[in-house]
């Protein structure tokens, strides 16, 4: 089955700082969606990446997809406290059928 | 456009209990997905329906089941309850067409003791 490891697991940064979150899959993967979620509540949808070398921004979140690499990068530009959160890179493991496995979670927490 | 609607938002049972959790998708969505997350395990998908359909199944024991009615409303069940099984219940919907996207709904505390 397909597994996906995010890093880091979490981190703290200051406010107006840049950061990346890696996700890397054990298998190839043919999409790779990026969701947030803040504590105790449901995920947000922040976009999809579907070939290699895709890359797709919205606001200061900036994805890209490495098909090579079975990876796939998540990059906030100058963070703000809005941004904290789990982030969380999801992959179709079921061919279509919305059967998504998901990382294991990066906690982001910005500092005013 | 209403979102998805899932409740109770929160319940305690205990041990041996069963517990039924519902699921009401974003309107014209015909899919239905249900999530488990846990602090250990983290989120691990459980089932997701399509027209009242299971297409498919994560690994989970059969006290976990479900089933979508023809408003593709869902449910889900946990029968014989257990310690770890306290988790959040997250439903999401999708139009089914593998767009990528799904829509969550703010999810189900269950605690068990």
């Known amino acids: 089955s397909q597994e996906l490891e995010q890093s880091p697991q979490s981190l703290i940064v200051q406010e107006g700082k840049n950061l990346t979150i890696n996700c890397t899959s054990s298998?190839?993967?043919?999409?790779l969606y990026w969701y947030k979620q803040k504590y105790g509540e449901g995920l947000i949808f922040l976009m999809m990446?579907?070939?290699?070398?895709e890359e797709k921004s919205h606001e200061k979140i900036t994805a890209k997809l490495d098909e090579k690499k079975q990876q796939s990068s998540l990059h906030i530009t100058a963070s703000q406290p809005s941004h904290a959160g789990i982030y969380l890179c999801?992959?179709?493991?079921?061919?279509?059928?919305?059967?998504?496995?998901f990382g294991t979670g990066t906690k982001l927490q910005v500092i005013p | 456009k209403a979102g998805v609607t899932q409740t109770p938002r929160y319940l305690i049972k205990t041990r041996g209990q069963q517990v039924t959790l519902s699921c009401s998708p974003i309107?014209?969505?015909?899919?239905v997905s249900w999530y488990q997350q846990t602090p250990g395990q983290g989120l691990q998908f459980l089932f997701e329906?399509?027209?009242?359909?299971?297409?498919n199944k994560g690994n989970f024991p059969g006290r976990f089941s479900g089933r979508q009615f023809s408003n593709s409303r869902s449910e889900m069940n946990v029968s014989t309850l257990e310690l770890g099984d306290s988790a959040l219940y997250l439903c999401?919907?999708?139009?089914?067409?593998?767009?990528?996207?799904?829509?969550f709904g703010e999810g189900s505390r269950l605690t068990v003791l």
């Open positions: 309107s014209g969505h015909r899919s």
């Open positions: 999401a919907s999708s139009a089914g067409l593998n767009t990528g996207e799904l829509f």
């Open positions: 298998k190839t993967l043919y999409g």
């Open positions: 999801g992959a179709d493991s079921s061919g279509g059928y919305q059967k998504v496995t």
């Open positions: 990446l579907q070939k290699g070398g």
């Open positions: 329906y399509f027209s009242e359909t299971q297409r």
